[in-house]
């Protein structure tokens, strides 16, 4: 029979679920203050081991910069047998965990029968995936993505995602202003987010509000868009500056990389031949216009000597460009999306306006055979760790765009679908090992945003968010029972094999026997440090390129 705390947060899922929020998020907050109060059991100092030491340990820093931060108690948890894999080991092994943190992985550790035991025997026990791209709550192209921070949490628990970093989109250029409606918008968060923050204005009070946004809120990374002109895109002279600014502040630079000019004249053409349809947007925006600007981008992160992230690599020609980048020493980090990794732009020509456009997104799916090769870059280390850019819009968004391919809202479903598909795709096939898969959904993120090994590991001292995933069980994909609010989802009817049985964040069991258990408001925002792993050594490059420039020439008048 199910807990009463259980049958609270079903209940809760039912009633976020649809799409009633205004009366429900009244109740909700209502019930989960009141689980508080009396539904959670205080936790017995009765055990083996205790946390504490481990905890403290670390040393992490509590400020939540405003954003949510509950915390409440922890059940004790015992993941017992399972093959427990970390980015650089596997070892069969038990897990450990108390008052949300890892105490301690070992084989054969006792406990009291106070713990919850989770058998985890013959399957993978593996930190919970991190997306390092998401849009919840966004206000993009006259409309917002139906999944908000809630339910699209949800649905990353279920699929064994369990934290995200979404991106604030500053309101009229104003990051303070967009920072504060992105406290707003994730204050029901289950599950634990980190942010990055475009940028898509300059000017001395932008410059000013990235100081603050990294030193004050936590956040370090910005995001410059060079495309969707007229809307987010920026010029070449301002995304120069932002890569200085970010330079100096430890931050990390990320870049959308289309030509926005060449895909406006590219839209333009397409419309003048009469292609209105959502085949359109792939024709008007071509591979090569993304790798024209990924080259450009990188060229401009080496000319002022700065790490690049390069995010939503969809085509052979951005790929192209970060390897040939990475021959030579700059350090360029590339983000292929599961879409781009598992889909092709086939459907964009299917004759159902429904189902064609429910595959628009930026940059566009393309020919069969980039897939293959983002696939292969993962294999290399050439492309890094893979990402969502969940982005949802239901059927009726998506007809906005019905005489006019422009107006369809870009973005698509994948924050629950990920960790199946690339376990599917990758390990199933034989092209990654475990471990590699554990580095590519997990750790590789946690790394370059600075929040290893708190997040990415399942290391004593961590925080416990675990996956346990059955590699001989299979998984089916569709609308029908999926947990994001969209009315389609693009990989309906997929089948593979390897489930996520359990999802554990936080140290609570949200993901078990299908049911999600998650309780709004229990996520909690990761401040993320800035000066990663990326910038170790930049100003020694910088003193050796100084040092090689030859003194200024002395010359004498010039005589004529
Ligand atoms: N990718 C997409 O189509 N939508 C989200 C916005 C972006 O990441 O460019
Ligand atoms: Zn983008
Ligand atoms: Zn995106």
Known sequence: MAEPQQLQSRLLWRIFNRRSVTVAAVLVRLLSTLSLLFLISPISESNHITSESYYNGLGYGDSDCGMSSSSSSWPKLLIRGGTVVNAHHQEVADVYVEDGIVVSVKPNIQVHDDVTVIDATGKYVMPGGIDPHTHLAMEFMGTVT?????????????????????FVIPVNGSLTAGFEAYKVKAKDSCMDYGLHMAITKWDESVARDMEVMVKERGINSFKFFLAYKDALMISDELFLQGLKKCKSLGALAMVHAENGDAVAEGQKRMMELGITGPEGHALSRPPELEGEATGRAIHLAGFVNTPLYVVHVMSIDALDEIAKAKRSGQRVIGEPVISGLVLDDSKLWDPDFTTASMYVMSPPLRKSGHNRALQAALTTGVL???????????????????????KIPNGVNGIEERMHLLWDSMVESGMISVTDYVRITSTECARIFNIYPRKGAILAGSDADIIVLNPNSTFELSATSHHSRSDTNVYEGRTGKGKVEVTIAGGRVVWRHGELNVVPGSGRYIEMPPFGHLFDGIDKADASYLSSLHAPVKRGKVTT
């Open 146 to 166: 139906v999944d908000d921070f809630f339910s699209g949490q949800a649905a990353a628990l279920a699929g064994g995602t369990t934290m995200h970093i979404d």
């Open 384 to 406: 890094q760790l893979v990402g969502t850019d969940h982005c949802t819009f239901n059927s009726t968004q998506k007809a906005l765009g019905i005489d006019d391919f422009r």
